[in-house]
């Protein structure tokens, strides 16, 4: 419940007296009065009454108007002190005024008594609450965990709250204006300052993340700044309200993660040239030394065969058995070198393989196949490779979980990229499948990509079908 005001009367003129009472009863502000005769009880009057409101008359003391309000001042300097006079000089009222007087109210004038202690006590409620969001403001930065700062309209600082100076081990006195800058990190410094000055100019808000190193144990940090504008009521700029956050530990983890990240990818990479160079290998041994080991096993039978006679009935259906063993035998290790590494891939180019490929798992399958290839195309082994592998894995996927019936197969330069699409008409990719981190086909296929700076992106619609997109930069380009 709101108590009354609590106002403290110096007078000595009975007339003055009844005629403040007289004015107060009419104001009809809720009150407590309290009146005394002179400034020499005043002291003790402060103790015990806590006045929130003075009105005197500076008449009755032998000393200026001017010295008489700083003595009050220095006694009660958040109270309003109005003067409540007959004298009626513009000189002096200028001069209260200039010494700290809230009002100076002629007593020829005292009609206007209840406004001015209206506006006393509206002034004063202004300060107090003034006073207790900055109390509260200096607690909060205080035990904040986040470096505070203040700013002029042009971006200086004019103040750090305490934190804010551990953080960048910059003193107070050395972070105000543009002092605040050299706690930024020398590589980082000109980009920030940059920023915020820009920031300043457009009246927008700022974020950033950026290094500081802080002298006092030479330590690098990272943080994360934040500020925004504050106007004043007419629009214009009145300044920032910042903050700066000690990210380090999330950033140091961020750059752990992207390191590992980097040398698994490497790996990878490093892991895929092995296993390519063993299929190379082991499909050209497998091609040249058994396939012609078999295939002169089969001319040695046929030699035999023509040397056997015409009434050797079961030795000439054994060897025919045999020679349709060594056919078989021969053309299983050509698929089987075809499949580790197909030749038409290293003599006449990635259009030529796609479709070759495409084709067998055709005849195998009965999906049907369309090709818009680009035969001029031309790019390195290890690329041509990765585009290869990728399109077999998708592929794959479809024959083994789309259920379609079509499959469009697209290959052409774009700019600095080659780009492969491989369209279906299949169920369509569920979100959560493409996303799966189960699906080691997918993960390939994207890890595959993403070793030449490239990506795979997988679009699915329910009922309509899955498209693949595979985006590789040529050698010497960037994304």
């Not at 200028?94 to 007087?101: D, K, L």
């Not at 007593?107 to 509206?122: V, Y």
């Not at 309200?241 to 698994?264: F, P």
Request: hydrophobic share 40%.
């Amino acid at each position: 419940m709101k108590q009354p005001t609590r106002i403290l009367f110096i007078e000595n003129n009975q007339e003055s007296i009844a005629l403040f009472n007289n004015e107060m009863r009419k104001s009809g502000i809720d009150h407590t009065l309290l009146h005394i005769a002179s400034f020499d009880l005043i002291p003790e009057t402060l103790e015990e009454f806590s006045p929130e409101i003075i009105v005197f008359d500076y008449a009755i003391v032998e000393i200026k108007p001017s010295d008489t309000i700083s003595i009050l001042k220095n006694m009660v300097a958040t109270t309003p002190l109005i003067i409540y006079s007959n004298v009626l000089n513009e000189e002096i009222v200028v001069e209260c005024m200039r010494s700290g007087a809230a009002d100076y109210v002629f007593k020829q004038h005292s009609a206007r008594l209840g406004s001015a202690i209206e506006n006393a006590i509206d002034k004063r409620r202004v300060q107090e609450e003034l006073r207790s969001s900055k109390e509260r403001f200096n607690t909060l930065a205080k035990v904040s965990t986040v470096g505070i700062f203040l700013t002029s309209s042009d971006g200086s600082y004019l103040y750090v709250n305490e934190r804010w100076t551990d953080i960048t081990g910059l003193g107070y006195d050395k972070a105000f204006g543009e002092g605040f800058l050299n706690a930024v990190h020398s590589h980082d410094r000109k980009r920030i300052r940059t920023e915020w000055h820009r920031c300043v100019q457009e009246q927008s808000a700022f974020q950033s993340e950026y290094r500081v190193y802080r002298e006092s144990d030479e330590k690098e940090l990272w943080v994360f700044g934040q500020a925004l504008p504050e106007f004043n009521p007419d629009g214009s700029l009145a300044g920032f309200v910042g903050t700066i956050t000690d990210i380090t530990e999330r950033m140091n983890s961020e750059i752990e993660i992207d390191t590992s990240r980097k040398q698994l990818r490497a790996l990878t990479v490093r892991l895929q040239n092995i296993r390519e160079e063993e299929r190379t290998h082991i499909a050209r041994e497998i091609h040249d030394d058994l396939g012609q080991a078999l295939t002169g096993l089969k001319m040695d039978l046929v030699w035999l065969n023509n040397k056997l006679t015409d009434t050797d009935v079961a030795i000439q259906k054994r060897m025919k058995s045999m020679m349709l063993l060594a056919d078989s035998t021969i053309h299983n290790v050509r698929k089987l070198a075809t499949d580790l590494r197909p030749g038409i891939l290293d003599d006449i180019g990635l259009a030529a393989a796609i479709e070759w490929q495409g084709k067998d798992f055709g005849e195998r399958t009965g999906i049907n196949f369309s090709f818009h290839l680009d035969e001029e195309l031309h790019i390195d082994e290890k690329r041509a490779t990765a585009f290869f592998r990728i399109f077999q894995e998708a592929v794959t996927n479809v024959i083994r979980h789309a259920d379609a019936k079509n499959i469009i197969v697209s290959l052409r330069k774009e700019s600095n990229n080659v780009l492969l699409m491989i369209e279906d008409d299949g169920r369509g990719i569920a979100p959560h499948e493409i996303t799966n981190l189960r699906s080691v086909g997918l993960l390939g296929m994207k890890e595959r990509a993403a070793s030449f700076n490239g990506e795979v992106q997988v679009l699915g619609q329910h009922g309509v079908g899955t498209t693949v997109r595979v985006r590789i930069p040529l050698a010497g380009s960037s994304t």
